[in-house]
Structure formats: C-alpha cells, structure tokens
C-alpha cells in the first residue's frame, strides 16, 4: 500500500512539478508560462477516454493510447525542431509526459511482494512469495 501511494505521488510530481523545474531551466525569461504549456500536455491524456475503462490502475498507457505510442512521440519529437520556443515547450511536455508514464509503468511491474508483520513489537519484512 506504501509503494502505491509512494508511485502516484512520484507519477502525479512528475507530471505536475518536473514542468516548472525543465520551464525555469530552459525558459528562464518566460518561465511560467513554458511551465503551464508543459502541464497543460496532460492534455494527451484525452486519449484514455477511448478504452474500457477509461482507467485501469494496472494498464500501462504507453503504446496503449494513441497518444502514447512511439508514432506520437516521434510526431512530439518532430514539433521540437520548429522554431517557436511555445512549441518546444509543448513538444517537451509531451515527450517528458511518455517518460513519466513510463516510470510509472516500470513501476507497476515491479509489484511488491512485501508486507510489514508485526511480532512482539518487532518489525519484519516478510516476501509473501515465500509463504
């Protein structure tokens, strides 16, 4: 249960805080604004509204919607090259966006087998594979 919790704060910071830090990195000058163009790619997410369900916590997103497969990112890529630096922050976003949702599914594979048993006030991490 920790390691959920732990996994949707890592995802949603990633998603939410990371774009202020790569928007005052990159952006300096116009800092909040790359930064609001980089979280509003959650837009993407659109995408989810076309499977059943729309959200599966055990579903890796990545090269199950569209706008989450290799196609997409290269489009994401391609958009990076043109000149304004909006549609850089824009392509960042999205392309930072596959990469936060790839953490979390690398993370949901993992699939922690451990539990916290207590004995006699002690604590012991038991594998539950063992068992």
């Known amino acids: ?6 996994r949707t704060i ?8 990371v774009p202020i830090l790569l928007g005052y990195l990159f952006w300096r000058k116009n800092w909040k604004f790359a930064s609001l163009l ?11 509204l076309l499977a059943t369900p729309i959200f599966d916590p055990n579903r890796c997103s990545i090269g199950f919607h569209p ?22 922050a824009i392509a960042v976003g ?4 596959l990469f936060t949702d790839s953490v979390d599914c690398y993370l949901g594979g993992l699939k922690p087998n451990l539990t916290i048993m207590s004995c006699d006030k002690n ?5 539950l594979n063992d068992k």
């Open 1 to 6: 249960m920790i390691f959920e919790i732990s």
């Open 10 to 17: 890592l995802h949603y910071g990633l998603h939410f805080l």
């Open 38 to 48: 980089m979280i509003g790619t959650m837009a993407i997410d659109i995408d989810h």
């Open 67 to 88: 706008l989450h497969t290799v196609w997409a990112a290269l489009v994401y890529l391609g958009v990076w090259f043109l000149p304004s630096w909006k549609l850089k």
């Open 94 to 97: 999205c392309l930072f966006h």
């Open 123 to 127: 604590y012991f991490l038991s594998d």
